[in-house]
């Protein structure tokens, strides 16, 4: 009325948006996490039967930001996956047996949720960069025929990131 300005903190002083916290400000409309999924390229690939050294393949992911959620899925066929291991190396060099033995002929599910590894901790890269090559073993220890003994016919990760950089709108 009297043609003065008046200036007031928009939040208090106390309260902090979190890094992922535009969506909830903005009703949905904005948001600032991103999901990027890579695949191998290179399926579906058989699997040695009876093999010590392994079927091996590697993905190199690229430099995506800061994970908030990290998922590596695995989709396979063998005649008996009792004799099966499934290990990830992560960038670090990190080993993570995802599946060891099981019932069945067919796995194809997604790690850490919904099953969870036999060992190695995929949570503890939240809040780091997953960029470079993830790399998954598969030995069969079964004997069948000595030649080929399924597939490996898909893998890979999927990641979702809170980025600093770029916003999306809906």
């Known amino acids: 009325g ?4 008046v200036c007031a903190a928009a939040v208090p002083p106390v309260l902090e948006l979190p890094p ?21 390229a290179k399926m579906p690939q058989a699997i040695s039967d ?5 079927t ?6 690229p ?3 800061l994970a908030k959620t990290l998922t590596v899925y695995v989709k396979l066929t063998n005649s008996d996956l009792s004799g099966l291991e499934v290990t990830l190396f992560d960038p670090d060099n ?6 060891s033995g099981g019932a069945g002929k ?9 099953t969870k590894p036999v060992s190695g901790d995929l949570g503890a890269w939240q809040g780091k960069n997953p960029k470079g090559k993830w790399r998954l073993k598969i030995i069969d220890s079964k004997l069948l025929d000595g030649k080929d003994d399924g597939a490996l016919t898909a893998w890979g990760l999927k990641v ?11």
């Open 2 to 5: 009297d043609g003065q300005l």
């Open 20 to 40: 992922d916290g535009l969506d909830e400000i903005s009703n949905g409309l904005l948001t600032n996490e991103f999901v990027a999924e890579l695949g191998s």
């Open 50 to 54: 009876n093999n010590p050294i392994g």
């Open 56 to 61: 091996f393949d590697e993905i190199e992911f």
């Open 63 to 65: 430099d995506v930001g």
């Open 94 to 99: 990190g080993k993570h047996v995802l599946a």
């Open 106 to 114: 067919t796995l194809d599910t997604a790690f850490p949720e919904p």
């Open 160 to 170: 979702t990131t809170v980025s600093s950089l770029k916003v999306a709108a809906k």
